[in-house]
Nanobody, 126 residues
Framework: QVQLVQSGGGLVQSGGSLRLSCTAS?????????VAWFRQAPGKAREGVSC??????YYADSVKGRFTLSRDNAKNTVYLQLNSVKPDDTAVYYC????????????????????WGRGTQVTVSS
């Protein structure tokens, strides 16, 4: 079964850290797919937070310097390390995989992602 399985997330205090994981099942991520992280806060549109295509990584300005995306091909997993979190980071976080074209210099192009995780809640308390 082809799917992305997410783990991590939870409740963290402002200034704290958290790591999200996204593991592919039924297919190989490697450099074959771009992987993106999106988030959706209550009442807001989903936004692209970060993505990786080959060795190029994009970060939204709102998370640059605080979040780090990494990939472990041996584990078929992509991680998003969240550091110095803020209450504004509270959202449901989704990982997605798609054609490498859809991780652009301006961020992930949501419509191009074929596989999606189910989402994981991140709540930052002040």
């Amino acid at each position: 079964q082809v799917q992305l399985v997410q783990s991590g997330g939870g409740l963290v205090q402002s200034g704290g850290s958290l790591r999200l994981s996204c593991t592919a099942s039924g297919f190989t991520l490697g450099n074959y797919y771009a992987v993106a992280w999106f988030r959706q806060a209550p009442g807001k549109a989903r936004e692209g937070v970060s993505c990786i295509s080959y060795d190029d990584i994009y970060y939204a300005d709102s998370v640059k310097g605080r979040f780090t995306l990494s990939r472990d091909n041996a584990k078929n997993t992509v991680y998003l390390q969240l550091n110095s979190v803020k209450p504004d980071d509270t959202a449901v976080y989704y990982c997605a995989a798609g054609n490498n074209y859809y991780c652009s210099d301006n961020g992930p192009i949501e419509s191009g992602y074929d596989y999606w995780g189910r989402g994981t809640q991140v709540t930052v308390s002040s």
